[in-house]
Structure formats: C-alpha cells, structure tokens
C-alpha cells in the first residue's frame, strides 16, 4: 500500500518562504514521477511541479516559475517544493501525488496515488 504523507505547511506573510515534504512508503514500482498539486480556497485543484526520479527532470506551473523548486531523495522517495517569495494566491492545501513510471506529466488524473494534502496560508 502506497502512502504519502506530506509536512511543512503553515501559515506564512506574502513574500515568506516554506518548504513542503513528502514521503512515500509502500513503493514497489523500480521509477516513478511525483508531484505538488494545490487547491486554492473555492478552487478546483491545480498543478504546480513535478519530478522523475530518474533523472531527476523537473515541469513546473507557469505561475511557480521562478519562485518554486521541486527537488527529490531517490533513495528515500521523498520530494520537497521549497516556495520563496510567497504570493497571497499561493494560499491553498497542497497534495503531494505519485505514479509510477517516467513520463512527467502535469494531468491529475494520471496520479494513482495522493497524500491527505497540508495547508498553506499566505497573508497579505
């Protein structure tokens, strides 16, 4: 049973900086691709960043770009996003999520698994 529990979420003033994690456990697959999604306040979920383990190639949402690095531990199948010069629209809860393979992909529909998501705040 895949698992994937993130930490560092919290409450931050806009131009702060947080560092999100994600573990995963129960990994059987030899590659896989993971993820940060979001879902701001009355907001479907949106993509951010994503990251292969592979090679360690890196997709990010054009409203990250700059601000946010995806990084990963192969051998601990965690990633991190490090989020500088943080944006009141960049509150929201933000999903870790994983899938096995090599494709990045940014579809939230391709990510069989899911984390229970951490919170965000952004105060202006």
């Known amino acids: 049973q895949v698992q994937l529990v993130e930490s560092g979420g919290g409450l931050v003033q806009a131009g702060g900086s947080l560092r999100l994690s994600c573990a995963a456990s129960g990994i059987t697959f030899s590659s896989w691709v993971m993820g940060w999604f979001r879902q701001p306040p009355g907001k479907e979920r949106e993509f951010v960043a994503t990251?292969?383990?592979?090679?360690?190639?890196?997709n990010y949402a054009d409203s990250v770009k700059g601000r946010f690095t995806i990084s990963r531990d192969s051998a601990k199948n965690t990633i991190f996003l490090q989020m500088n010069s943080l944006k009141h629209e960049d509150t929201g809860v933000y999903y870790c999520?994983?899938?096995?393979?090599?494709?990045?992909?940014?579809?939230?529909?391709?990510?069989?698994?899911w984390g229970q998501g951490t919170q965000v705040t952004v105060s202006s």
């Open positions: 999520a994983a899938r096995s393979g090599y494709g990045l992909t940014t579809a939230e529909r391709l990510y069989g698994y």
């Open positions: 990251i292969t383990k592979s090679t360690g190639s890196t």
